[in-house]
């Protein structure tokens, strides 16, 4: 008998939310005016989410955003797991463009069952509305996160009237990998919202 994997979608949501919960209630010097959110990667979808949720400002490097859209478009797709050294730098993870069977083994693996119930949930783009916080979405052209799914949720932003920027890097880096490059774009990013 298969035994159920742990930490199952909303668990990540929920975490993130319950420190953020925390921080404000037991730091005095954590304002919600003071804050923003930044990730890359899985991080990148969590500080969105917050970011929207919350309305405060986020940073999304290469955040899986569209967990329902891959998983409709890669139906043929064998997933396949990733194994990284628990020493590798996070820079040098996956760096050598698209991996559409690692990604199709993220979304397995962080849901219970896959329906189109669930990947719409644990997609970002339903989280969008009027009250959502700002954003800085960046991704590079030819990487394991598709440059469509920053751009999707550029736009839903935009529908909104929320203000939103996008960097779209050539090459295929993924997240933490390019952080250098766009260095100047986070400090003018916090320096316009925090």
């Known amino acids: 008998m298969a035994t159920q994997a742990k930490n199952l979608f909303p668990t990540q949501d929920e975490d993130v939310e319950a420190a953020y919960t925390w921080l404000l209630k037991n730091i005095p010097d954590f304002k919600a005016d003071n804050i923003a959110f930044i990730g890359g990667s899985t991080g990148g979808h ?3 989410y917050l970011g929207l949720t919350k309305g405060r ?12 859209g891959f998983y409709e478009n890669h139906k043929e797709t064998i997933p396949k797991q990733l194994i990284i050294a628990p020493d590798l730098p996070s820079k040098k993870i996956d760096q050598a463009g698209a991996n559409d069977s690692y990604y199709k083994w993220i979304i397995k693996n962080l849901l219970a069952s896959i329906n189109d119930d669930s990947l719409e949930k644990a997609s970002i783009f ?30 839903l932003l935009r529908q909104e009237q929320i203000p939103v920027e996008t960097c779209l890097l050539n090459g295929s880096r993924h997240g933490e990998a390019y952080i250098d490059d766009i260095w100047p774009n986070l400090l003018n990013f916090f320096k316009r919202y925090i």
């Open 46 to 48: 969590l500080a969105a």
């Open 57 to 68: 400002p986020f940073v999304s490097l290469s955040g899986l955003l569209d967990l329902k």
């Open 126 to 155: 339903s989280k969008v509305t009027k009250k959502s916080g700002p954003g800085l979405l960046c991704n590079s052209m030819n990487e394991l996160v598709p440059a469509y799914e920053h751009q999707k949720l550029a736009e």
